[in-house]
């Protein structure tokens, strides 16, 4: 149980263009979704945190303009990544917390999805 | 500043001894606690959560928890080389975001 998928698992796109990234939850319904972004040899960085129905909420320093965040139902949600540039080029990662017997407030993260921006 | 602390190692067990790593947190208050395992290259997996002072096991995995002394462990028996990962560390302070250690590189050496 509690199993996170996201698509693509790797992506390569040109600057200035956008890139959309799907995250589901599979067996669960998540109530709230979350992004991190990793670097190499980096640890974990949140970059913002989306309730089913609500606006995320972003971290400090990360554009909410640049990184668009829908959760429109408690099984998706979805990061665009707009006008990317090499620099956003890294590691997405989504996790998802939510509803079921077995859920606590633990956190299942997707598998990620590798972006490469040329 | 909500602050969990983990040893960057690495940290080197021979195969089938005990792999211990420590985890400290600055929130007394904090209720949950949690481990994930995270290879070269994937996402982090779910290995072990904690909520109440003292052990808990899960096969050759086992969380000690001591909310006097704000720490957090993860013991590993009968190690394996494919349990070398980076164990990350992450404690929730009550504000829904988990806050992750900077995690412990262990090499399990055959």
């Known amino acids: 149980g509690a199993v996170v998928s996201q698509h693509p698992s790797w992506v390569i796109c040109k600057s200035g263009t956008s890139v959309k990234i799907e995250c589901r939850s599979l067996d669960f319904q998540a109530t709230t979704m979350f992004w991190y972004r990793q670097f190499p040899k980096q640890s974990l960085m949140l970059m913002a945190t989306?309730?089913?129905?609500?606006?995320?909420?972003?971290e400090q320093g990360v554009e909410k303009d640049k990184f668009l965040i829908n959760h429109a139902s408690l099984t998706l949600s979805t990061l665009t990544v707009t006008s990317a540039h090499p620099e956003d080029s890294s590691f997405y990662i989504c996790?998802?917390?939510?509803?079921?017997?077995?859920?606590?407030?633990?956190?299942?993260f997707g598998p990620g999805t590798r972006l490469t921006v040329t | 500043q909500k602050e969990v602390e983990q040893n960057s190692g690495p940290l080197s067990v021979p195969e089938g001894a005990i792999a211990s790593l420590n985890c400290t947190y600055s929130d007394r208050g904090s209720q949950s606690f949690f481990w994930y395992r995270q290879y070269s290259g994937k996402s982090p997996e779910l290995i072990m959560f904690i909520y109440s002072n003292g052990d808990k096991e899960d096969g050759r995995f086992t969380a000690q928890l001591n909310k006097a002394s704000q720490y957090v462990s993860l013991l590993i028996r009968d190690s394996q080389p494919s349990d070398s990962a980076t164990y990350l560390c992450a404690v929730y302070f009550g504000n829904e975001k988990l806050t992750f250690g900077t995690g412990t590189r262990l090499t399990i050496i055959p």
């Open positions: 996790s998802a917390s939510g509803q079921a017997d077995s859920l606590g407030n633990e956190q299942y």
């Open positions: 989306s309730n089913e129905g609500s606006k995320a909420t972003y």
